[in-house]
Each structure stands twice: as C-alpha cells, then as structure tokens.
C-alpha cells in the first residue's frame, strides 16, 4: 500500500554546510588560543608580582594569583562555549530548528566577548591595570611595558590574529544561518500526498472483509447480484449458463392422454 503521508528527504543547502565549517573553526582558533595563553600565563604572573612588590597594593601575589586565575577561567570558558557550538552545528546539519536558534543566542555571546578582545588588543591594552603612576603603584603602561619585554614578541600578533579569524568566523556562521535557503532547509516540510494506486483502498476507507481489491474488467461494468440463489447445471452444460428447471405443464397444455383414433386402441373383451 502507498503511504500517502510520507515526507520528502530534505536536501541541506550549501548555506547550512559551510556554517557548520565555520563553528567548526571558531573552535579551532579557540584551541590554538587557549594553548597559547597557557604557554605564557606562568611568564605573566612572575612579571605582575615583580612590577607590584615595591608597591603598597594589599600583596603582589595576591594580584599576580588574580590575574592567573582570570585569564585560566577566561580561556577555559569561551572553549567551553566553542565546544557547544560545534555541537550545535552538528544538530544544525540535521534540520533542527532549536539548534539553530542556540547558536543564534550563544553565538551573539561570543561574537560580544571575542570583539571586545580582538579590540583591547588592538589598542595596545591588557587585562592588567594599575595605577597612574603616582606614589609606587606602576602604570598601566609600565605593566604594559614589562610584559612586552618578558613574553615572545610573536604572542601579540597570533593573538590578534586568532581573534580576528574567530570573530568572523562566527559572524559569517551566524549570518548564513539566517539565509532564506537556510530558512526554507528549517521549516518544517508539509506533508506530500500520492494518490493511491489500483487495486487499493482510499486512506479511511478499508475494504469489505472478503473482497480482494481487483478493478473489474475493462468493458464489463460490475452489477449487483439479484440475491436469488444458482442452480445446478446440467450434464453437458457450461458453467455459468445455468437456467432454472421450466414450470411443469398447466392443465390446458398438458397432451391427452386418449390416442388418436387411427392408432389400434386395446381391444374390448367379446360377449359372445
């Protein structure tokens, strides 16, 4: 039997592929950076307790474990937010729309977090701060200063650069989910109907119990039957040409039975 409700297979568009490409990377760049910021978190933290040790901050180490212990949770974070939106992308491949609207909502998440990043670096900023160089508190500048000078020169531009790979990537993942192909590939599909083929029954009407469903013969129109029952044919006779027994003779044309009067009739006894 055909199934008249069945659904098309929905074919991905192309939108939807390279998005899931581009989450796949965001992911990507935020590995290589969190890799990067542990290569140097150690050289970091000895350079902030060195520049705040002759100061009357609370304690230089106590700064130092700060700063640490932010930029750990910093990094191990927007990995963590990276990880689920891979994950999303995955169910997005597959046509689910709760997904898609996941990633529109962490997506937006990141692309503020990482643009603010890509931006302290660019003006020359750090995480760090101090004072405005009055009293024995050192700048910010200062600090600044100390850390380009202990960390690699190359630790700056592939920052940058990673975050600058990871905002865009996000952007255009984002941006290509929101396509009318992309749309089209969200929407829940209506139902296709197939009109049935011969031999079976239209969808909520079964068939009599007993009747196989087999179109009549072309040219010979089904009738219903009388409701008299058959009779059996007679030896010689072809099946289905059966014809009921003919009425006995009424009294009218019954023949008589008195012979004709030049056939010999019995002869009468003799009375002599």
Same mark, same amino acid.
């Given at each position: ?23 796949? +990377?965001? +992911? ?44 750990? #949770?910093?990094?191990? +974070? ?7 939106? =891979?994950?999303? =992308? ?16 962490? &997506? #937006? ?58 905002? +865009? ?8 989910? =929101? ?9 829940? @599909?209506? *139902? ?9 029954? $239209?969808?909520? $009407?079964?068939? *009599? ?12 129109? &089904? $009738? ?13 006779? *072809? ?12 009294? *009218? ?7 004709? =009067?030049?056939? @010999? &009739? @019995? ?6």
């Amino acid at each position: 039997m055909v199934d008249s409700q069945s659904t098309p297979a929905r074919q991905r568009p192309s939108t939807v592929t390279i998005s899931s490409y581009l989450l796949f +990377l965001f +992911l990507a760049c935020q590995v290589i950076s969190l890799i990067v910021t542990l290569s140097t978190i150690g050289k970091t933290r000895d350079v902030l307790r060195d520049a705040y040790s002759g100061s009357t901050a609370e304690g230089a180490d106590q700064v130092a474990n700060f700063v640490f212990a932010f930029a750990l #949770g910093a990094g191990i +974070l927007v990995l963590l937010l990276a990880v689920v939106l =891979a994950v999303l =992308a995955i169910f997005n491949n597959r046509g689910s729309n709760g997904s898609r609207i996941t990633t529109w909502i962490v &997506g #937006g998440i990141m692309v503020c977090c990482t643009g603010g990043t890509v931006l302290n670096g660019v003006g020359g900023g750090s995480f760090t701060t101090g004072g405005n160089g009055s009293g024995d508190m050192p700048s910010s500048q200062e600090v600044q200063r100390r850390l380009e000078e202990a960390l690699p020169s190359w630790i700056t531009p592939v920052s940058i650069t990673l975050g600058v790979i990871s905002l +865009l990537a996000l952007l255009a993942a984002l941006i290509l989910l =929101a396509l009318p192909k992309s749309n089209e590939f969200f929407r829940k @599909p209506a *139902a296709a109907w197939e009109p049935p083929t011969p031999g079976t029954s $239209y969808p909520g $009407y079964p068939q *009599a119990s007993g009747q196989p469903g087999y179109p009549p013969a072309p040219g010979q129109p &089904g $009738y219903p039957s009388s409701g008299e029952p058959g009779y059996p044919a007679t030896p010689g006779q *072809a099946p289905g040409s059966e014809q009921p027994p003919s009425a006995p003779p009424s009294g *009218a044309d019954r023949p008589d039975d008195t012979p004709p =009067a030049d056939r @010999p &009739g @019995p002869t009468p006894p003799s009375t002599s």
